[in-house]
């Protein structure tokens, strides 16, 4: 069964750029920038302060032309196969995570992101806010990925690993490392990220001369990829949602 929250609003005015969120056309910040540039009309007029504030099932609102309506909200997790852009759409015309998930949840969108060139577990919703708190560098959700370098390391290495590197102006570390297995040919590790920049387990091991032979990440707090198979997707059971947002 779909699970479904439903929005209970004390003030019936909020934010535009919250409703969007919450209606499930994209992430606040997404909605923001859709603000900026003109794209939103509130009964007719053209909106682009940030401070809007509007009435659900009120106000008429229009994104490029679409009439804004509240949508049944879908969590989704996605085994995401390498190759593959975490976008809604590409202007290059590679595949998309969009291109494994059915017609009829096509309003939902990618939590974070994942490597083009790395595959496993990614999270999709049409709950902006949902979205946007699990994203915040506040909430501290750990990202586990299995990885597998060539060769041997060090307890140095590890070491390095977690006391963090500088790559092109960003400082990138570590959480945790379990080394799974090692031997002269490659090492498995268990990585364990916190902030999730752009490409941080790729930059680290780069920075330590070592070669990503396999990268995946197995699960987003509470979130498993366990016995998902390549390209397909299941719902997020109430509690995974729950842990996720705290409550």
Known sequence: ?????????????IRLQKY?????????????????EGKVFVNGTRV???GTKVTPD?????????????????????????????TRSDPQGRPTV???????MSH??????????????????????????????????????????????????????????HHQGDFLKASAVDVLKSNNTRTCMAITL???KNREIRRILDCLQLIVLVLRREQVGPVKL???????????TKTEIQLLLGI
Request: net charge positive; charged share 25%; glycine share 8%.
């Open 1 to 13: 069964m779909v699970p479904v929250l439903f929005l209970i609003v004390d003030n019936p005015k």
């Open 20 to 36: 969007l969120s919450e209606t499930g056309v994209c992430s606040r910040r997404a909605s923001e920038q859709l603000i900026l």
């Open 48 to 50: 682009t302060e940030l």
């Open 58 to 86: 009120v106000d008429r609102v229009l994104v490029e032309g679409h009439v804004v309506k509240a949508r049944r909200k879908i969590y989704l997790a996605l085994y995401k196969p390498r190759n593959v852009v975490c």
């Open 98 to 104: 969009m291109d494994f998930i059915p017609p009829e």
């Open 108 to 165: 939902v969108y990618p939590v974070g992101r994942l490597d083009y060139d790395s595959e496993g577990l990614i999270l999709l919703t049409s709950d902006g806010e949902f979205c946007n708190r699990i994203t915040h560098p506040s909430k501290g959700i750990d990202k586990i990925y299995y990885v597998e370098v060539k060769g041997a390391i060090s307890r140095e290495t590890i070491s390095q690993m977690l006391n963090g590197v």
């Open 194 to 196: 916190r902030e999730g």
């Open 226 to 236: 366990d016995k998902m198979t390549l390209g397909k997707w299941r719902l997020l």
